[in-house]
């Protein structure tokens, strides 16, 4: 399998999974064709390099590829966490965070939101919690505007 092949399929794959233009990705120059050959890849997401693990399945050159750290598409973030804040709140909730529109993330990375309830604003400590994006917040305590 050439690395042209391999960088082509794996950009469209996450064109398609993640709704962005198709990423540069590098791969080796070559992985066997043979069912369980694995390899390295490194693509550039929004200025991010992300590793790319991946597996040959068939003899046709089918590879299953999944991303060595966690991606965090931003605005399915920010919707499930105003979801969740919601529920906190009672009232609908305003949220943007502070990051890339996909961010390349290792487990225990933080980042900031800020979540608008009503007229008040109030910040968010977000932590991944793991390789498939998963998040957890904490609400900072309130500072009233001087």
Not at 89 to 107: D, E, M, N, R, Y
Request: charged share 15%.
């Amino acid at each position: 399998m050439s690395a042209a092949s391999l960088d082509k399929d794996i950009a469209s794959q996450f064109a398609r999974s993640y709704h962005i233009a198709k990423p540069p990705v590098h791969c080796p120059r070559s992985v066997p064709a043979v069912a369980g050959s694995k390899f390295t890849c490194t693509a550039t997401l929004d200025g991010q390099a992300l590793r790319v693990n991946g597996s040959v399945t068939g003899s046709r050159g089918q590879v299953v590829v999944k991303p060595a750290t966690a991606l965090v598409a931003t605005k399915v973030a920010e919707a499930e966490l105003a979801k969740r804040l919601q529920a906190t709140f009672h009232q609908k909730v305003g949220l943007t965070c502070h990051v890339p529109a996909l961010l390349v993330a290792t487990q225990g990375r933080r980042f900031g939101c800020t979540a608008t309830v009503g007229t008040i604003k109030r910040q968010l400590a977000v932590t991944v919690t793991g390789t498939a994006g998963a998040l957890s917040y904490r609400v900072l305590p309130y500072k009233r505007p001087k």
